[in-house]
């Protein structure tokens, strides 16, 4: 008897019942490659069946970069939404280079941003030399033609961008095209369907976790159980044992089972008994490493910022306080487990992978195998999110994947999988951090003094990316968003670099997500001490008016309503990415113990929003992902330095029931775009902290709030 084994996507493609909810065929565009027939640039393809496909340079995971390119470059186009189509660009640095990195990848909430005129410029190109065909096919000049909803005409005359495309494939590039004033957009600022939708509904987008090859084999990695342990000695007997495997090999990183499906990798990768190496290892507890990190800020730091004598304002206020906050590591933990398919044949390799720095890993994969980067072809991926996750300043994760593939001799294509124990024990967290900040209050109740210092690791130091991202001894990442929001008289911030042997990433809004707590947390504090208004208090101290702009819209909209009895708000700000959001939470005391979020208000300015349904998007997951981090998720080292969270039964997430209902406001605004991925989760923590002190009249200097320093 022979079992079927249906994949994943022909199981949701072919189910009897699948709940979802499916776009209506009007106005949906639909992903998929079509026929090359006129391409005027490295991102916009017109077919003579009329799509017009637009060439995505970031990478998808579900935050939306692929409708908002495909929306600027319809709108400058004239295109009719029915017709676009999108597809992955190649691993391309002198075509596809983020304009902001210098190289391609996907991150810092930049995508929208830095093509906004790029891809504005490659519609506009591509409508132009249509209205040139057109004019010419007519005889008529160009001033006469007018484009419509993906349709070129000139009084009764009128033709199809696919139906032109030939004849505008024939034409000169013009250097320079006019673009839209805003006032003439018919596509951005319009809530439009996710591109993508259809076909992550049906089954048909591309995961790496999809891509089956023919002989490939699975591997799994067992890495050491310490950070920077390596392998002494191996038995395997038992692991060979398993049925479906077919090999075990040791790679620096660990040791790698191969077999002829995941699972059995898995269960072979149990039977393994190590004997490891912990000469090198991290062996500090989480608890050993805040003391370490608080001794460090017991001195200044290396100075980020200055302004006034923060000393001296300290020595002569009439009130002070001294705080620490201490905030543990954190995993990302994607619904898609990093993931990797690599084939090498006849010297050449393909790649199939969610790449987040396409360049950069295939080079990296590339010199791992011995392959030439101009040999490595990257097949790009829908990825089921990262938070960060998938780019690593090293390449590790291709690297690993890499290394598998090289260590099984290139006999059949490997796909290389971490289960959800690795992904959440095998490091790449966000970094532990501790802050202290040391504050006055003068006579009259203002905050006169600001002294705040920072320690935590870099995770820049020691990879390519440190030269770039680590000057004169300072690491931006780590105290970015402390002195941007307000005009304090006399601020100063300093950091300290901490050396730490677990590997950590930039989590999603990386520093901001630290900095912003402490600060709205401590002025939400010395406001009420001073006898200040929250709200009016933070307004009199803003240096931007595009900031007070969000802090009095979230006041707006949740003054629509009062909180109920037993039920407290707070409120909390922050710039990030160059987006300004403001956020109200209405909290009550749950029967846990813990903070009950019921209603978040949410302002968001994040210049021209081109497209507001995904901009609500990312503000309501960002306060999901940032809300249960806050309430539960800690990754703790214990004894020995080991990790003691390993899935979803200990790395707590937030449930769906727990979701609160959830507001947002967006700012109109002719600006240049600016980030939604990441804005939404700095201020949410600090608002239910704002709110949990008035209701309950507990301060909160240690997250998640699950933690038992909370509960004491």
Known sequence: MTAFVPSRRAFIGGSGLVLGMMLPAKGRAAQGPAPTRFQPNAFVRIAPDNTVTVIQKHIEMGQGPSTGTTTVVADELDADWSQMRSEFSPANDPLYKNLAFGTMGTGGSSAIKESWMQMRTAGATARAMLVS?????????????????????????????????????????????????????????RDLPKIDSRTKTDGTAGFTMDVRRPGMVHSAILRPPAFGGSVKEVNDAAARAVPGVIDVQTVPRGVVVYARDTWSAMRGRAALAVDWDFAKAERRSSEAMFADYARAVAT???EVHRNGDAVAALASSARTIDETFKFPFLAHAPMEP???????????????????????????????????????????????????????????????????????GFKAPVKHVASREGDITGGRYRPLTLHRVRAGLDAAGNIAAWDQVVAAQS??????????????GIDGSMTEGTEDDYAFPAMRVGQHIMANGVPTLWWRSVGHTTTAFVKEVLVDELLEAGGKDAIAGRLAMMKDDRLKGVLRKVVEIAGRTKAPAGRARGVAVHKSFDSYV????????????????HRVWCAVDCGTPVNPNVIRQQ??????????????????????????????DTYRSLRMAEMPDVEVAIIPSAEKPSGVGEPGVPPIAPAVANAWRRLTGRKVRRLPFAHPENRA
């Open 300 to 302: 200044p730091g290396r």
């Open 338 to 408: 990093l993931d990797h398919v690599i084939e090498v044949m006849n010297g050449r390799a393909d790649v199939w992978a969610g790449s987040q720095f396409q360049v950069g890993e295939m080079t990296a994969i590339a010199a791992v195998l011995g392959v030439p980067f101009d040999r490595v072809t990257l097949h790009q991926q829908f990825a089921g999110g990262s938070f960060g996750r998938r780019a690593t300043p090293d390449m590790g994760d291709g690297v690993e994947a890499a290394m598998a593939c090289k260590a099984y």
């Open 582 to 597: 403001a956020q109200i939470a209405e909290v009550s005391k749950g029967a846990d113990g813990l903070p009950k979020v």
């Open 133 to 189: 065909a057109a004019a010419k096919r007519w005889g008529v000049p160009e001033r006469a033609v007018s484009v419509s909803r993906g349709v070129v005409s000139s009084g009764p005359r009128r033709a199809t961008f696919g139906e032109l495309a030939v004849e505008a494939a024939s034409l000169p590039v013009p250097n320079d095209v006019a673009l839209k004033t805003p006032d003439k957009f018919t596509l951005i600022g």
């Open 459 to 472: 995770f820049f130091i020691g990879t390519p990316m440190e030269p770039m991202a680590v000057k004169d």
């Open 619 to 648: 503000m309501e997951g960002g306060i999901g992902f940032g809300l249960g981090h806050a309430l539960y998720a800690e990754i703790t080292l214990g004894e020995n330095g080991r990790v003691e969270q390993s899935n979803f």
